[in-house]
């Protein structure tokens, strides 16, 4: 059975550590991933206090190991853009194919306070997993580097 702990301040790593919970999302994030600094800064928002932030992590064990791990920050919005922006999701290549992911996201949406939004690659494999879930496909995104 998976046991999966929110995780809404720094107090909270009882099972795992910060550090443990960043590297495994770097690591497990595989090629969809983003650099270990940015991981770090969308934890920093979730456990923000700070007026339209704030969000939290779901760290999911299974026989004591941590086998996934999910980050949701708040984006202070509502109606328009949704309350919640699921940042990132993953689950160890060893444990994929056990709907681990799927019964962490789904614990994502009992705790998150409003509508949930995600971003995904179109050749993300877990694009399938989030549409039968119930996300649909609203917008293409685009973006402008203002570099």
């Known amino acids: 059975m ?13 099972k795992t550590s910060r550090e443990e919970f960043l590297d495994f999302m770097f690591t ?18 979730a456990f923000s206090d700070a007026k339209s932030e704030g969000g939290f992590l779901l760290a999911a064990f299974y026989e004591d190991k941590l086998v996934g791990g999910l980050v949701m920050n708040e984006t202070g919005m509502s109606g328009y853009i949704p309350e ?18 799927g019964e ?8 998150a306070k409003g509508d949930v939004k995600l971003h995904v690659e179109y050749d993300n494999p877990a694009k399938r997993l989030y549409e039968r879930l119930g996300f649909k496909n609203k917008y293409a995104e685009m973006r402008y580097d203002n570099k």
């Open 2 to 14: 998976l046991d999966i702990v929110k995780i809404t301040k720094e107090e909270e790593f009882k």
């Open 28 to 45: 497990h994030l595989d090629r969809f991933g983003d650099p270990k600094e940015d991981i770090n800064k969308s934890i920093d928002y």
């Open 104 to 111: 962490i996201v789904k614990e994502s949406f009992k705790q």
């Open 84 to 101: 919640n922006i699921l940042v990132y999701v993953a689950v160890d290549a060893k444990y994929r194919g056990k709907g681990f992911g």
